[in-house]
């Protein structure tokens, strides 16, 4: 092959790896160039092109694959601003799937065997499983992505006000009823059964709300005293429609403790008379623990506090 050849080909190679409507305006500038940077690379050699003066020019100019890059438009599947976001929800989402598989599948160990049994099926039921989640996020983040580049006014920037309550007072209301639902479900769940069904219900329904002794002996009167502590925070945000610094720090810490108490629960013994209700039960609190801390982690960390001297007053 000739000098010229070569170029052709090289041309072709970049060319086809194009959207149709960009090949030929594409083709007939790189053409253009190759063939104007070759007879510079001949005059300043002193000899006329040939085609191992042309395979050096063309290999030093890159890959054709790179090369077309450069002429294609980009293909963003999670936007640069994204990206720390996205690396942040695949780490925190694997960390609570893999938590609560393990969390679910612990029992005693009085051996190393026993270790392994339970990491075995963690690994093989849980971590190679949860690979799904960042499949899932590559599709959020690409959709996101793609919507805000179609659509620019959904992702105009929209001033908030730092203090006010997230949601109106109705659903603060709403969350009131169900933290005196659970006070209700937490004195004796059996009530829902007494209420749906009439006291009707069969015996082994009746049984399987039946809680332990040990767990109303330990954890239950903790759960009651934590439930309750939060009827009065929820009463004083309804009425001033805000919360204040303090009452943001006594939320965090009593959601901590209430953290600590769940967990405390799922891993000292069984909850219900039943092994399936206290299976689903332990799955949901393990559930509630991970959405809490969670929570609470991005609020820290959208938390912005001046220094006093760096507040300006208006």
Request: aromatic share 10%; hydrophobic share 50%; net charge positive.
């Amino acid at each position: 092959m000739n000098a010229n050849d070569l170029i052709e080909s090289y041309v072709t190679d970049v060319a086809v790896q194009l959207p149709r409507k960009q090949r030929n305006d594409v083709a007939f500038e790189l053409r253009s160039l190759l063939n104007e940077e070759l007879q510079a690379k001949a005059d300043a050699a002193g000899r006329g092109a040939d085609a191992a003066m042309a395979t050096e020019l063309l290999r030093a100019f890159g890959r054709p694959g790179d090369v077309a890059a450069r002429y294609r438009p980009t293909l963003t599947i999670i936007d640069p601003a994204d990206g720390p976001r996205f690396l942040r929800a695949a780490v925190i989402g694997l960390a609570v799937i893999w938590c609560m598989g393990l969390l679910m599948s612990l029992r005693p160990i009085d051996s190393g065997w026993d270790l392994l049994s339970i990491l075995g099926p963690w690994w093989v039921g849980t971590v190679i499983p949860s690979m799904w989640w960042p499949g899932v996020l590559v599709v959020y983040f690409g959709v996101a992505s793609w919507t805000r580049r179609r659509w620019p006014q959904t992702s105009e920037w929209k001033p908030r006000e730092g203090d006010l309550t997230p949601g109106s007072r109705a659903g603060m209301v709403m969350g009131l009823v169900g933290i005196v639902c659970g006070i209700f479900v937490l004195t004796d769940p059996r009530w829902v059964l007494d209420v749906f069904w009439g006291g009707r219900a069969a015996p082994a329904a009746y049984e399987a709300l039946t809680y332990t002794d040990t767990f109303l002996q330990r954890q239950a009167p903790w759960l009651l005293v934590l439930l309750m502590l939060n009827i009065p925070m929820f009463i004083a945000v309804i009425v001033k429609g805000r919360r204040s610094a303090l009452m943001q720090r006594l939320e965090v810490g009593l959601s901590l403790v209430f953290c600590a108490v769940m967990v405390w629960t799922v891993l000292d013994g069984p909850v219900f008379m039943t092994p399936t209700s206290d299976r689903t039960t332990k799955f949901f609190l393990v559930l509630i623990t991970a959405f809490t801390l969670i929570y609470l982690g991005v609020e820290l960390r959208r938390r912005v506090r001046p220094a006093p001297n760096q507040q300006i007053h208006v």
